[in-house]
Structures are given as C-alpha cells and as structure tokens.
C-alpha cells in the first residue's frame, strides 16, 4: 500500500493551524487506500531548548491530540520519533549526501533565525535533512502537511534523487506533499501576513486547542478585521489577507469551500460572521480538548500506545535504513 507519513513537533501548545492543516488531515487519510504512520517529531523540538519536564508533558499532549481527534492506533502507527534509532540514523547519512546550498534556501531557517543565524543550533539547519530521513525511513510516497512545509518536503525528493544518483539506485521513492483543503496556512489573528504558530509571541494570536470557548469567542472577537463586511464573492477576499483568514478557518472546520462560505455569509458584518465562527470553532475542539484532557489525566495509555507504535515502526524502519547503509558501503 502506498505509505503516509507525517509528524508534529512538541514544541509547544498546538494551534488551530496544527489542526486544520494536519492533525485533521491526518484522520482522513486513515483507514483508505493508505497505510498511515504518525509521529511526535521530539527530535525536531529540541532543535530550539526546551525544558525536559515540559518536553515530556507535550510529546504526550501532541500524542493525546491525535488520538482525541481520531487517529485509531489500530489502523496507523503512532510513535514519538527519539525512540526510533532510524530516524536519527538516516539523518546523519542523509547530512552526507544533501548540500549546504540547499539548507541555505530554506526560508523556514531564515524565518525563524532571523539576524540571528550564527546563534541558532547546527540542528535547527539541518532540520530538512532530518525530516527527509523521517519520511524516507519508511519509503513513505504522501506527506500531509501546511503549506509551510511545502519546501522541506521539495528537499526529501532532492535528497532521495541525489542519493539514488550518486549510488545508481532507485531505492528511495520520490515523495509528494499533500496540500489541499482551504487552510493549509492558518494566518496569525493579528497580523494576516504572519503565519499561526505555536511559538508566536503573544497567546492572541493564536486559537490554542486547548482553549476554552471563552478564550476562543475572545480571541475572534479581538482578531483584527478591516472594517468592510464579507465580500460577495470570493475574488473580494484577494487584498484583505485577515477577512480571507477568517473565511479560509470557517471553511476548514466546517468542511465547506471558502466559495460556499462565501455563498453562506457574504455581507455579513464581523459582528455577524465572528461569534458564528467562534461557535463553530467550540462546536468542533470542544470534544478534542475535553479527550484530551481525560487522556493526559493519566497518560499511561498514550505511553503504552506509543511504544506499540514504536514497535511496530521499528520493523519497517530498521531495514530500510540497514540497505541504506549497506548501498553506501558500511559494514554493519
Ligand atoms: N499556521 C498553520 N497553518 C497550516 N498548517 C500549519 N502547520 C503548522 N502551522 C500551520 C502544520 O502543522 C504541522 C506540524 O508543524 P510543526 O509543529 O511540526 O512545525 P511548524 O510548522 O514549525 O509549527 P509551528 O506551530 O509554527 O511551531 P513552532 O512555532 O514551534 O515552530 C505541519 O504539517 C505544518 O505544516
């Protein structure tokens, strides 16, 4: 069967913008034509310094989120990354064969380094390595992601054709992302042009999955909007980067277009469209948030279930990356 894999960093409190651009998807790729693998990348949240106690707490609480949406661990592997050798393994083979050249493109680094290159962790810029080694370590061919994680994925396929090249073969599979859906970039509350994440600086910024309804109908209602009502039309929304945010986050939970959003409230003013969204919102993380709560009150099933799944990865990942090893002329 053709293979997903994909994965949340426990870097934090998860977004809005975790869950309408992966976490859902994730539920929806499940239990068709995929076989599905989902992973709590730890190893990429401690390219910026966590605290242990923290980092232990949010790993399960990426994990509760999966399964509290709907992940079933017996139709996908859940797992957290670090307690998969392979994945730490085929990142450093794969350091060898991707080129510096291409880190210095990734506008994610830069986004997130700032001025400040020189300070930041030689693990932070080679991320995109690692994340080509999670998803290689297991032949995976559908990566759904954000649109934010359009480039990394663009560099697995390089690094799998160089690779390939350099050592005539043609083991590793060319990867595609898996971006669809009208929020595949969730836009920070209060600034259109900045993307919703969870290391944003202030918590209005962002719809936490965890927040109450009174936290959500607050934060709509404090999103900042232009003062003109819902357009009539969705070509209306091309330079208002906050009404199109706000149209494109209704439509992803609700499973509508932004054009049936559109068709719904055009003309609606905000006083109108935000408490419907921020229903809407509660209406659909309500249930999440209070699952998720009921699992990390006692996360020894998340432990037991990610264990499992880090089994049950293991025995797809290990030999992949033993024949890696092998094409390159290591002796094991
Ligand atoms: N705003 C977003 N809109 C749509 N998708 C998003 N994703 C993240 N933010 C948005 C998607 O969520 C998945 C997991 O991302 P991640 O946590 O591994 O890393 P990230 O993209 O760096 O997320 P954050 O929230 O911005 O984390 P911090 O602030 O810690 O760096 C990916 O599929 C991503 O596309």
Known sequence: ????????????????????????RFVEMQGGEFETIYCV????????????????????????????????????????????????????LFNCVARVGWMNRMTQFKEKAG?????????????????????LAYHATHVPVGE???????????????????????????????IEGPAMRVMNLRDGTQKMSKSGESDMERINMTDDADAIAKKFKKARTDPAPLPESVEGLAD???AKNLVNIYAG????????????HGGAGWGQFKPALADLAVEKLAPISSEMARLMDDPTEIDRIMERGAERARAIADPIVAKTSEIMGLIR
């Open 1 to 24: 069967a053709p293979r997903v894999f994909s994965g949340i960093k426990p870097s934090g409190g998860l977004t809005l913008g975790n869950y309408l651009g992966a976490i859902k």
């Open 41 to 92: 990348v730890d190893l990429h949240a401690i390219t910026v310094w966590q605290d242990p106690e923290e980092l232990r707490r949010a790993t399960r609480e990426v994990a509760a989120s999966y399964l509290a949406s709907g992940i079933d661990p017996e139709k996908s592997i859940l797992f957290n990354q670090s307690r998969v050798s392979a994945h730490a393994e085929l990142g450093w």
């Open 115 to 135: 001025k400040n290159a020189e300070k930041q962790s030689l693990g932070l810029y080679a991320y995109p390595s690692l994340m080509a080694a999670d998803i």
């Open 148 to 178: 934010d994680q359009k480039q990394h994925v663009e560099l697995t396929r390089d690094i799998a054709a160089k690779f390939n090249h350099d050592y005539k073969t043609d083991f590793f599979p060319l990867t595609n992302p898996v």
């Open 240 to 242: 208002r980067p906050e």
């Open 253 to 264: 939970l609700s499973g509508m277009t932004a054009e049936q959003v559109i068709a719904e």
